[in-house]
């Protein structure tokens, strides 16, 4: 019995060994399954810091250079190109910007970069400089515009009319005789007077707007008040105005093709009676490769010298015509009186319209002398010149230089563009010196001349939306700000 117990015992002390050894080897890999994943945490955090801190250098990287773009374009220059240290920054790394300028010249693409230990971030943004660009102005094309300015009653208006169209004048503006302004807007830059019995709307029928003044500073007054106020409140006999308001929403003022100053204030430098501008397109006319263009429509000579007599019978002849100058076409089919004009000409002398003609196309035409009509004559862009012309899809500008000599240094100073007898126009106008209308004469499309002499009868005023080809308009710096950071990405 003894030697069994005791075998039994030395037995025992196996199993105890046995169990032993599968305890440390269980206690060993748990071990290792905790430890070696504390490791892997330990640098996976390390990595995870190192690439926050990478991040955080490059955000500060690229708002510095967003500041420098920024503060570059106040200035009117350009960041220095190339890579920019940001220096030493809390917690260690490297950062820097860089930025590259877009094909516009004023938007900048702006990369930060974050370095720290080996860890790298980039973002990047965009940002836009202030910027000056020049822009053309066709505002003024709205209106039958007075560019006369200097002087007291610059513009003047008086007769026994009724004019409603939207009436513009860069100077003063009086008003008298028996004469009744209804159009929708009237805009003055300087003094407005009305007399005698004159009125502007009436106290059942109020125009829609009156501005006067330039701008808010101006001393220009409405029947010797401030504009809004008293006798010009727009509430009082004789003027009548559902807003009455100082200051001008439009820019008034009138192209320069040449003119002098005298007579148009954007004439200045190389333009003063030069008439350099308009040498310069009468010239490059010249140069392009005419095809189907009868003798003397455009010129009797190849000298710009007001010369050519026989514009008119020659550009509404008894002979059809299809006449291309590069690519400009003008075409006249005398069976039906019909007159196709698309582009920009240029004739040395006068036109004088008569007969009924009814023509298609955009197109501009300019002219060193005048234009007239008289005779119960029509011109229009629609048969029978009514109200659903659409000049945007008809729709021509006649431009008057006015010489009254072979060098434009002498001006007609009455009724260069003229039209009287009842007359019927759908054009727009552009006249150096003076409009004039007068015997029941009327013209549904926009005018800028230096004056105005309106004896015409009644008629809507119809803009153009889309001037045609060739138009002289107005030129005019706008300052576009700066613009928030854009198109963020890292």
Same mark, same amino acid.
């Given at each position: 019995?003894?030697h069994?117990?005791?075998?039994?015992?030395?037995?025992?002390?196996?199993i105890?060994?046995?169990?032993?050894?599968?305890?440390?080897?269980v206690l060993?890999?748990? #071990?290792?399954?905790?430890v070696?994943?504390?490791?892997?945490?330990?640098?996976? $955090?390390?990595?995870?810091?190192?690439?926050?801190?990478? /991040?955080a250098?490059?955000?500060?990287?690229?708002?510095? +250079?967003?500041?420098?773009? !920024?503060?570059?374009?106040?200035?009117?220059k350009?960041?220095?190109?190339?890579?920019?240290?940001?220096?030493?920054?809390?917690? %260690?790394?490297?950062?820097?910007?860089?930025a590259?300028?877009?094909?516009?010249?004023?938007t900048?693409t702006?990369?930060?970069?974050?370095?720290?230990?080996?860890?790298?971030?980039?973002v990047h943004?965009?940002?836009?400089?202030?910027?000056?660009?020049?822009?053309?102005?066709?505002?003024?094309?709205?209106?039958?515009?007075?560019?006369?300015?200097? #002087?007291?009653?610059?513009?003047?208006?008086?007769?026994s009319?009724?004019?409603?169209?939207?009436?513009?004048?860069?100077?003063d503006l009086?008003?008298?005789?028996?004469?009744? /302004?209804?159009?929708?807007?009237?805009?003055?830059? %300087?003094?407005?007077t009305v007399s +005698?019995?004159?009125?502007?709307g009436?106290?059942?029928?109020?125009?829609t707007?009156?501005?006067?003044?330039?701008?808010? &500073?101006?001393?220009?007054?409405c029947?010797?008040v401030t504009p809004? &106020?008293? @006798?010009c409140?727009g $509430?009082?006999?004789?003027?009548y105005a559902?807003?009455?308001?100082?200051?001008?929403?439009?820019?008034?003022?009138?192209?320069?093709?040449?003119?002098?100053s005298?007579w148009?204030?954007?004439?200045? %430098?190389?333009?003063n009676?030069t008439?350099?501008?308009?040498?310069?397109? !009468?010239d490059a006319?010249?140069?392009?490769?005419?095809?189907?263009?009868?003798?003397?429509? /455009?010129d009797?000579?190849?000298?710009?010298?007001?010369?050519?007599?026989?514009?008119?019978?020659?550009?509404?002849?008894?002979t059809?015509?299809d006449?291309?100058?590069?690519?400009n076409?003008?075409?006249?089919?005398?069976?039906?009186?019909?007159l196709l004009?698309?582009?920009?000409?240029?004739?040395d002398g006068?036109?004088?319209?008569?007969?009924?003609?009814? !023509?298609? %196309?955009?197109?501009?035409?300019? *002219?060193?002398g005048?234009?007239?009509?008289?005779?119960?004559?029509?011109f229009?862009?629609? $048969?029978?010149?009514?109200?659903?012309?659409?000049p945007d899809?008809?729709g021509?500008i006649?431009?008057?230089g006015?010489?009254?000599?072979?060098?434009?240094?002498?001006? &007609?100073?009455?009724?260069?563009?003229?039209l009287?007898?009842?007359?019927?126009?759908?054009?727009?106008?552009?006249c &150096?010196?003076?409009?004039?209308? @007068?015997? +029941?004469?009327s013209n549904?499309?926009?005018?800028?001349?230096?004056?105005?002499n309106?004896?015409?009868?009644?008629?809507?005023?119809i803009?153009?939306?889309?001037? =045609?080809?060739?138009?002289?308009?107005?030129?005019? *710096?706008?300052?576009?700000?700066?613009? =928030?950071?854009?198109?963020?990405s890292g």
């Amino acid at each position: 019995m003894r030697h069994l117990v005791r075998r039994l015992r030395h037995d025992e002390s196996g199993i105890a060994l046995v169990m032993a050894l599968i305890i440390m080897l269980v206690l060993a890999g748990t #071990t290792a399954a905790i430890v070696v994943p504390g490791q892997v945490n330990q640098r996976s $955090a390390l990595t995870s810091a190192d690439e926050r801190q990478a /991040f955080a250098l490059a955000e500060s990287a690229l708002a510095y +250079g967003e500041g420098a773009v !920024y503060a570059a374009g106040q200035t009117g220059k350009s960041p220095v190109v190339g890579d920019h240290d940001i220096g030493t920054q809390p917690g %260690g790394g490297d950062g820097y910007w860089s930025a590259v300028v877009g094909a516009d010249g004023i938007t900048w693409t702006i990369t930060g970069t974050g370095t720290v230990n080996a860890v790298t971030r980039r973002v990047h943004a965009q940002a836009t400089d202030p910027s000056s660009t020049t822009v053309t102005d066709s505002g003024v094309w709205n209106y039958v515009y007075a560019d006369a300015a200097g #002087t007291s009653c610059a513009t003047s208006m008086n007769g026994s009319v009724t004019i409603s169209v939207p009436i513009m004048v860069r100077g003063d503006l009086c008003i008298s005789g028996s004469l009744n /302004f209804t159009g929708s807007q009237l805009q003055v830059g %300087g003094n407005l007077t009305v007399s +005698g019995s004159a009125k502007i709307g009436s106290s059942t029928t109020k125009i829609t707007s009156l501005q006067v003044g330039i701008d808010s &500073t101006s001393t220009s007054t409405c029947q010797s008040v401030t504009p809004g &106020t008293g @006798a010009c409140d727009g $509430a009082h006999s004789p003027i009548y105005a559902n807003s009455v308001v100082k200051g001008m929403s439009v820019t008034p003022q009138m192209p320069c093709i040449g003119q002098p100053s005298s007579w148009d204030s954007q004439c200045t %430098g190389a333009n003063n009676g030069t008439w350099a501008k308009l040498h310069t397109y !009468y010239d490059a006319q010249a140069a392009l490769t005419k095809t189907g263009c009868p003798t003397n429509l /455009f010129d009797n000579d190849t000298t710009l010298n007001n010369s050519d007599t026989s514009i008119s019978s020659v550009m509404l002849s008894n002979t059809d015509y299809d006449c291309f100058v590069g690519t400009n076409e003008i075409k006249w089919t005398h069976s039906s009186k019909t007159l196709l004009v698309n582009g920009t000409f240029y004739f040395d002398g006068s036109l004088t319209l008569s007969g009924t003609i009814v !023509y298609s %196309g955009q197109a501009s035409l300019y *002219f060193t002398g005048g234009v007239s009509m008289g005779n119960n004559s029509s011109f229009c862009g629609i $048969a029978n010149c009514t109200s659903s012309w659409n000049p945007d899809v008809n729709g021509l500008i006649f431009i008057a230089g006015c010489w009254s000599n072979s060098t434009g240094s002498t001006l &007609t100073t009455s009724g260069c563009v003229n039209l009287s007898g009842g007359a019927t126009a759908q054009f727009g106008v552009y006249c &150096t010196t003076d409009y004039s209308t @007068a015997g +029941g004469s009327s013209n549904m499309g926009p005018v800028l001349a230096n004056t105005l002499n309106l004896g015409g009868s009644t008629a809507s005023l119809i803009p153009f939306h889309y001037m =045609p080809p060739g138009t002289p308009l107005s030129t005019r *710096f706008v300052t576009v700000p700066e613009q =928030p950071p854009t198109n963020w990405s890292g």
